[in-house]
């Protein structure tokens, strides 16, 4: 970057979100000028997303062989996930029961920013309406159409088709499915090249996003609700340090120190794109390099994308103490142990898109009878507190796909 072609990749990636925060304080909403260039980034990673996701699902299940080994690894994975996302969301609110981060707000300061974002809370709760249930995420996974699928981008259509032809690839004739997997090799091998390409703009696109948020929300806002921003943010720190390390040193056998040094490139595009899709390529070359083969990250990392909401769910637990802190509302044990079972649920399915926990924040609101208009209160800082929650659970995938790996590997060592 800017002619240092000696220093590494993602030395540039930081040192470009450094230069996008002083461009964003010392330009403010002029910064906003440079963001088509953080635009076309995220656009190029997001253009892979489908087509690596499917061919990387389509090989990793077909190298599995075993209808029953695909069974377990998705059984074990999805167990991780569900209980990473109760244990995050139970860190949040345990902070946000000590701090109470809602209480002591100025009333002037509550009325501004109810004026200042209540069209936009208006905008989540319309969307949060048109979510559909459980059920019906349960049953669209199944696509109808499976080209409309792939246009439209849905993650677990894709996920399940990918699952599906990769073990078709098991079950015919060995001569014709190795063609196909050697076509479907070159493909992979193709989005891998330009993921590596896309990763020489990323110093420039991480500084023009960086830029235009600091720019567009400036810092004021961030001081204003600091009680709450600092639980948040405290709270993903203690999980993904505790957790994350914890899993990694007793599941996945490995250092966690080396790990969060191999991975700190798809942490940086996952905190500046707000992003787990635009992350994903990232994280899959990340854990290669670290042993993981495409084999199970290839399974693990798409599915965390989508369903893997762990930091998310944190968040959601402080904020939804915060809002009623601020209402005054009291929330016994029964409504705490609700806002941990929703927030779990609403994270399947949930988009791995910028600002999807807002809409699954207003179903944990609904169910506990929490006005949804507070959260006009803190999108001031969600876009900040988006950047740092994807973090988490871009974190919480790769170190899954370490957890299965090392599991499986073990289970083939006592075989023997």
């Given at each position: 970057?800017?002619?240092?072609?000696?220093?590494?990749?993602?030395?540039?990636?930081?040192?470009?979100?450094?230069?996008?925060?002083?461009?964003?304080?010392?330009?403010?909403?002029?910064?906003?000028?440079?963001?088509?260039?953080?635009?076309?980034?995220?656009?190029?990673?997001?253009?892979?997303?489908?087509?690596?996701?499917?061919?990387?699902?389509?090989?990793?299940?077909?190298?599995?062989?075993?209808?029953?080994?695909?069974?377990?690894?998705?059984?074990?994975?999805?167990?991780?996930?569900?209980?990473?996302?109760?244990?995050?969301?139970?860190?949040?609110?345990?902070?946000?029961?000590?701090?109470?981060?809602?209480?002591?707000?100025?009333?002037?300061?509550?009325?501004?920013?109810?004026?200042?974002?209540?069209?936009?809370?208006?905008?989540?709760?319309?969307?949060?309406?048109?979510?559909?249930?459980?059920?019906?995420?349960?049953?669209?996974?199944?696509?109808?159409?499976p080209v409309k699928a792939l246009i439209d981008g849905?993650?677990?259509?894709?996920?399940?088709?990918?699952?599906?032809?990769?073990?078709?690839?098991?079950?015919?004739?060995?001569?014709?499915?190795?063609?196909?997997?050697?076509?479907?090799?070159?493909?992979?091998?193709?989005?891998?090249?330009?993921?590596?390409?896309?990763?020489?703009?990323?110093?420039?696109?991480?500084?023009?996003?960086?830029?235009?948020?600091?720019?567009?929300?400036?810092?004021?806002?961030?001081?204003?609700?600091?009680?709450?921003?600092?639980?948040?943010?405290?709270?993903?720190?203690?999980?993904?340090?505790?957790?994350?390390?914890?899993?990694?040193?007793?599941?996945?056998?490995?250092?966690?120190?080396?790990?969060?040094?191999?991975?700190?490139?798809?942490?940086?595009?996952?905190?500046?794109?707000?992003?787990?899709?635009?992350?994903?390529?990232?994280?899959?070359?990340?854990?290669?390099?670290?042993?993981?083969?495409?084999?199970?990250?290839?399974?693990?990392?798409?599915?965390?994308?989508?369903?893997?909401?762990?930091?998310?769910?944190?968040?959601?637990?402080?904020?939804?103490?915060?809002?009623?802190?601020?209402?005054?509302?009291?929330?016994?044990?029964?409504?705490?142990?609700?806002?941990?079972?929703?927030?779990?649920?609403?994270?399947?399915?949930?988009?791995?898109?910028?600002?999807?926990?807002?809409?699954?924040?207003?179903?944990?609101?609904?169910?506990?009878?929490?006005?949804?208009?507070g959260i006009a209160l803190i999108l001031g800082v969600?876009?900040?507190?988006?950047?740092?929650?994807?973090?988490?659970?871009?974190?919480?995938?790769?170190?899954?796909?370490?957890?299965?790996?090392?599991?499986?590997?073990?289970?083939?060592?006592?075989?023997?």
């Amino acid at each position: 970057m800017f002619g240092l072609k000696k220093i590494k990749l993602h030395t540039k990636i930081f040192i470009g979100l450094i230069l996008g925060v002083v461009v964003g304080l010392v330009f403010g909403e002029k910064a906003m000028i440079i963001e088509p260039v953080g635009t076309i980034f995220l656009r190029l990673i997001t253009m892979i997303v489908v087509p690596l996701v499917l061919v990387s699902l389509m090989l990793g299940t077909a190298s599995l062989g075993d209808i029953r080994k695909l069974g377990r690894i998705g059984f074990k994975t999805v167990a991780y996930f569900t209980i990473t996302t109760m244990i995050a969301i139970s860190i949040g609110l345990g902070l946000a029961n000590i701090v109470k981060p809602g209480t002591g707000l100025n009333k002037e300061v509550k009325a501004e920013l109810y004026k200042s974002y209540e069209s936009r809370a208006q905008v989540s709760i319309q969307r949060m309406e048109e979510k559909p249930s459980l059920k019906d995420i349960l049953i669209n996974i199944v696509p109808t159409n499976p080209v409309k699928a792939l246009i439209d981008g849905n993650m677990l259509q894709v996920i399940f088709l990918g699952l599906l032809l990769g073990l078709i690839l098991t079950l015919i004739k060995k001569e014709k499915s190795d063609l196909l997997i050697k076509f479907l090799d070159g493909v992979n091998d193709v989005i891998i090249q330009v993921v590596h390409i896309a990763m020489r703009l990323a110093p420039y696109g991480v500084l023009a996003l960086i830029a235009a948020v600091i720019g567009q929300y400036g810092v004021n806002i961030l001081v204003t609700l600091l009680k709450y921003s600092l639980v948040v943010v405290g709270g993903l720190v203690i999980y993904t340090l505790s957790v994350n390390s914890f899993s990694l040193s007793l599941l996945g056998r490995m250092n966690p120190i080396l790990f969060f040094k191999a991975v700190k490139e798809a942490m940086i595009i996952a905190f500046s794109t707000s992003s787990s899709n635009a992350a994903l390529p990232v994280s899959l070359d990340c854990v290669e390099h670290i042993g993981v083969s495409r084999q199970y990250s290839s399974f693990v990392i798409p599915l965390g994308a989508t369903i893997n909401m762990d930091g998310t769910a944190l968040y959601q637990g402080v904020a939804a103490v915060f809002i009623a802190n601020i209402y005054g509302i009291p929330l016994g044990f029964t409504d705490q142990i609700t806002i941990v079972l929703m927030a779990t649920l609403a994270s399947v399915g949930a988009a791995g898109v910028p600002a999807a926990g807002i809409i699954t924040l207003a179903m944990v609101l609904t169910q506990i009878g929490i006005p949804l208009e507070g959260i006009a209160l803190i999108l001031g800082v969600d876009r900040f507190l988006d950047m740092c929650r994807t973090t988490t659970n871009i974190i919480g995938d790769m170190t899954c796909a370490v957890v299965i790996k090392q599991t499986e590997e073990r289970g083939k060592t006592k075989l023997k």
